[in-house]
């Protein structure tokens, strides 16, 4: 087999694209691809806010039981809360 001139390469790919079935079959595999990686990030996302909203409540009960200030809490809840903002954003879009 004799390798490619760059003009069979090209009438090679164009032809790809002047099929409408094969055209329709490679959005689908794109499509796909895309839902994958969305599905993905959104657990990602879903389970980074859960560790946030987790991270909340036992700062919570560290100053119930006096082992953290009420001071430090606010500190962290702080840095939190911006990180679950974010996150949130991205969790709506």
């Known amino acids: 087999m004799r390798p490619l001139t760059p003009c ?4 090679r790919d164009e032809g790809q694209y002047t099929d409408p079935a094969v055209v ?19 657990a990602r996302v879903t389970a980074r806010l ?12 560290r ?7 009420e001071a430090e809490y606010l500190k962290r809840q ?10 949130q954003i991205r969790y709506a879009s």
């Open 50 to 61: 859960g560790q946030l909203e987790q991270g909340f409540l036992n700062d919570l009960d």
């Open 24 to 42: 329709q079959e490679l959005l689908d595999v794109q499509g796909q691809e895309a839902d994958t990686r969305a599905v993905t990030a959104l």
């Open 78 to 87: 702080e840095l939190r809360r911006g990180e679950q903002e974010g996150l």
């Open 8 to 11: 069979a390469a090209q009438s």
């Open 63 to 69: 100053v119930d039981r006096e082992i953290m200030t």
